[in-house]
């Protein structure tokens, strides 16, 4: 495992942007795993400079981690509408070579397996790139006594429902279930790239990374990944 520790959170972002770039230089087809939330901002910032720069995105296939049920694409924070916010709409990037599991499904079930079948047709996924939740989950794979391999549909813990209220009108409006790849998904990844912003994280991440691996804390698996690069805007050293 290797750890980066930026010296805040626009270090971390160029640093994780550059990293990623350096994969598509490498490999301009590469398949990437990308996240929302807040963390990835900065990232997505970043890349699209490169790109203004010349980075090259077309051959780049691009699947998300996740996606609420029951959100159609248009809603303002369906992760469709967040991707093409942050990086889609700003870069060259044919539609067909980007991939978010479709929430208004009308067979969940047969959305999940598709996505994976897709996942498999990609060859893989070269590079995951992921947030951390406040509660340890990854992607939306909660804390649970087991945890789901593939891409699966999940009820949301309160909490995650609780940290996410933040970008809807009210608490309320925030869908009970999503879509996700599961553990096994991300786990196949060649290599995982594990971004985690703010001091509020620090515990949750050090018992992930340092602790013991169970699925109360579905980052701790990521212990097991033989390719995982963490980046943090903050010292993992205990506190006091
Ligand atoms: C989002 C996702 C989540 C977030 C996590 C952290 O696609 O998969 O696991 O990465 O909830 O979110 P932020 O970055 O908002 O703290």
Redesign the pocket.
């Known amino acids: 495992m290797r750890i980066i520790v930026a010296d805040n959170y626009k270090e971390l972002s160029r640093w994780s942007a550059q990293f990623v770039a350096g994969l598509i230089r490498g490999k301009p087809n590469c398949v990437l795993g ?8 900065g990232i997505y910032s970043e890349l699209v400079q490169l790109y203004e720069q010349g980075l090259d995105l077309r051959y780049t296939e691009t699947f ?3 996606e609420y049920v029951g959100l159609p694409p248009s809603h303002p924070q369906s ?1 469709h509408s967040f991707m093409q916010e942050h990086l889609f709409r700003h870069i060259d990037h044919p539609s067909s070579h980007y991939h978010i599991p479709d929430g208004m499904a009308a067979d969940l079930e047969g959305e999940c397996q598709r996505y994976e079948e897709m996942i498999l047709a990609a060859g893989g996924i070269d590079l995951m790139v ?5 509660n340890g ?5 909660e804390p649970d006594s087991h945890l789901g391999t593939k891409t699966h549909v999940v009820s949301l813990t309160r909490e ?1 429902i609780q ?2 209220a933040r970008f809807f009108r009210e608490e309320k409006e925030v869908p009970r279930k999503a879509i ?1 790849m599961g553990v096994g998904s991300i786990m196949q990844a060649q290599e995982i790239l594990l ?1 985690v ?2 001091t509020g ?1 620090r515990e949750m991440l050090r018992q992930a990374l340092f602790g013991e691996v169970t699925t109360r804390i579905p980052a701790s698996i990521l212990q097991l990944h033989p390719h995982i690069v963490v980046v943090t805007d903050f010292s993992l050293e205990p506190l006091g």
Not at 130 to 134: A, I, Q, R, T
């Open positions: 990308l996240p929302t939330g807040s963390t990835p901002i998300n981690l996740d992760y992921l947030g951390l939740g406040p989950h990854i992607g939306f794979n995650t940290a996410n996700t971004v912003s703010g994280k």
